[in-house]
């Protein structure tokens, strides 16, 4: 069975501060692992994903994520915020093995950037 | 190209009715997922389709919940009997193999039942 927690519903950050979004997961087997942005009355837009390559994983708008196995977690991080990163974010984890792709999503954070 | 699409975008019913979602996937995906996203249970998978293969049905919460993909493309979501906890999200996204790769999602169905 897999599972994913996510550390702390509601977030705020000052503009140009770090960003840190926490993701633990439960999986029995490798996982894929992703992270998901949802902007209000939109669908979810992938950020990032780790499939088992590099640990430490870039994505879109200056996110990260870095894999570590021994702690089970892929936290999201940005290095300055931008009031356009006000959005939820989810955490979500897939199987590898075949017929085990859907995915399995965190409770969500949301995030406020404070001007 | 196009994305994932889904109508309508918004749907109000009457307790009892059955109603009806679409999802346009995009072209060549073969994988076809629906989840409902919910106040109170957050985001959860509800049906997975992928080819000829026999769909997972395991996220169904009732059997009110039926979903059919048409010729490998266009995929409807039935709720029967619509009940108020039925209002959600419906987020219907599409991928192609192997596993790991990308879900793009639509932008949603909101459902809310009267």
């Known amino acids: 069975a897999q599972s994913v927690t996510q550390l702390g519903s509601h977030v705020s950050v000052s503009e140009g501060a770090l960003v840190l979004l926490r993701c633990n997961y439960s999986?029995?087997?490798?996982?894929?692992l992703f992270w998901y942005v949802q902007y209000p009355n939109q669908g979810l837009q992938l950020l990032l994903k780790?499939?088992?390559?590099?640990?430490l994983v870039k994505g879109i708008n200056g996110f990260e994520a870095e894999f570590k196995k021994s702690e089970t977690s892929f936290h999201l991080t940005k290095p300055s915020a931008h009031m356009s990163d006000a959005a939820e974010y989810f955490c979500?984890?897939?199987?590898?093995?075949?017929?085990?792709?859907?995915?399995?999503f965190g409770t969500g954070t949301r995030l406020t950037i404070i001007p | 190209g196009a994305g994932v699409s889904q109508s309508p975008s918004n749907k109000v019913t009457e307790k009892g009715k059955d109603v009806e979602l679409r999802c346009d996937p995009i072209?060549?995906?073969?994988?076809l997922y629906w989840y409902r996203q919910s106040l109170g249970q957050g985001l959860e998978f509800l049906i997975y389709?992928?080819?000829?293969?026999?769909?997972?049905k395991s996220g169904l919460p009732s059997d009110r919940f039926s979903a059919e993909r048409t010729g490998g493309s266009v995929s409807t979501l039935t709720i029967q009997r619509t009940q108020q906890e039925d209002s959600a999200v419906y987020l219907c996204?599409?991928?192609?193999?192997?596993?790991?790769?990308?879900?793009?999602f639509g932008p949603g169905t909101r459902l809310l039942v009267l």
């Open positions: 996204a599409s991928s192609s193999l192997p596993a790991g790769e990308t879900q793009y």
């Open positions: 979500a984890v897939s199987g590898l093995n075949f017929g085990n792709e859907k995915l399995t």
């Open positions: 389709f992928q080819g000829n293969s026999a769909p997972d």
């Open positions: 072209s060549g995906h073969t994988a």
């Open positions: 780790y499939t088992s390559a590099a640990t």
């Open positions: 999986s029995s087997v490798p996982p894929y």
